[in-house]
């Protein structure tokens, strides 16, 4: 299984900026689909935004969309988060997903699509 490990996350003000990253390893990264979601105490993990294997599809919750934006660096292994324009309500611990995908144009954006997870990084927007 790939091992992912997200870095980035910090305190940020609102309609500030800021980036979240995830380093994978342990297999091929070519070979994965990947994903962003996030979670706030008491509540669900939430998707914010999916990316296919070579990069060429991308897909985000409404709530982010305009504002976040996700890409990938397959020779370096890693998935970034691109956050502008944060809000409050973006406030959230930023989970980075990875799973198998043979198709190279399909992403996937719910929580049981993904087997393999990060730690979780936090991300605090202050108003």
């Known amino acids: 299984q790939v091992q992912l490990v997200e870095s980035g996350g910090g305190l940020v003000q609102a309609g500030g900026s800021l980036s979240v990253s995830c380093a994978a390893s342990?297999?091929?990264?070519?070979?994965?689909?990947m994903g962003w979601f996030r979670q706030t105490p008491g509540k669900e993990r939430e998707f914010v935004a999916a990316?296919?294997?070579?990069?060429?599809?991308?897909y985000y919750a409404d709530s982010v969309k305009g504002r976040f934006t996700i890409s990938r660096d397959n020779a370096k292994n890693t998935v970034l988060l691109q956050m502008n324009s944060l809000k409050p309500e973006d406030t959230a611990v930023y989970y980075c997903?990875?799973?198998?995908?043979?198709?190279?144009?399909?992403?996937?954006?719910?929580?049981?699509?993904?087997?393999?997870w990060g730690q979780g990084t936090q991300v605090t927007v202050s108003s």
């Open positions: 342990g297999r091929t990264f070519s070979n994965y689909a």
């Open positions: 990316i296919s294997r070579r990069g060429s599809a991308t």
């Open positions: 997903a990875a799973r198998i995908s043979l198709n190279m144009g399909t992403y996937y954006y719910g929580l049981n699509d993904y087997p393999a």
